[in-house]
């Protein structure tokens, strides 16, 4: 009896199907298929992303290759740059991608005002990345640490002014994307852009968190 009630005959299956499509018994929905998993950002993005990561593991290696064979240069190298301006560059990145994060959510809950706030918060503080590195290589020239101040320092400025260079690509981007949100070009349904955008800002972000330590911690 039990499976007759769970599995009703198929002639009682039959006539509320029927029923069901004449309208006299509501419609029964269908269980929805489950999400299949997504990728944020386009596929282009990825591929730049890749070769972003591609060229910082090279110069890494370059790093780790001098540190090999200068390894007391580079236990006193941390001791000549500002620790208070690597600090800051890092929370400068870090409180911007927090800010890229949050826009991202707005978009997501169609509050594109919010987005448009959020992002502009990200620029204020990602453009304080470059400002703060004015001041640092004036600081750095002051204290005599050029292109002839040794090894550290030469591999120093090879990857810091690599990074601050895709942080301006970042910044270009992020005004791009600025403009995109305030024409409404964004919606909850489709704002791939804004993904990819975040996704090389938070990849940015992860690969100076990489050259902090590096440069201006570990001895």
């Not at 208070?84 to 959510?105: D, F, K, Q």
Request: charged share 10%.
């Amino acid at each position: 009896m039990r499976r007759e009630r769970d599995n009703p005959p198929l002639q009682h299956r039959t006539f509320l199907s029927a029923m069901s499509q004449a309208g006299t018994l509501p419609a029964i929905p269908s269980p929805a298929p489950a999400a299949s998993g997504r990728i944020p950002g386009s596929k282009a993005m990825w591929v730049g992303i890749f070769c972003e990561v591609t060229e910082f593991a090279l110069m890494f290696a370059v790093y780790f290759v001098a540190r090999a064979h200068h390894p007391e240069i580079f236990r006193n190298g941390p001791a000549q740059l500002s620790l208070l301006a690597g600090t800051g560059y890092t929370l400068m990145l870090l409180t911007s991608g927090w800010c890229v994060a949050r826009a991202l959510h707005a978009m997501r809950a169609s509050r594109q005002r919010a987005c448009l706030q959020w992002m502009m918060g990200a620029f204020v503080f990602g453009l304080g990345y470059p400002v703060i590195k004015l001041f640092e290589v004036r600081w750095n020239l002051a204290h005599g640490l050029n292109g002839d101040a040794g090894v550290f320092i030469v591999t120093y400025y090879y990857l810091s002014f690599n990074h601050l260079i895709h942080v301006f690509w970042g910044l270009l981007g992020m005004i791009w994307v600025m403009l995109r949100t305030g024409t409404g070009s964004y919606s909850a349904e489709e704002h791939s852009g804004l993904e990819s955008f975040a996704v090389y800002w938070h990849t940015t972000d992860i690969i100076w968190l990489m050259i902090f330590p590096l440069f201006y911690v570990l001895r």
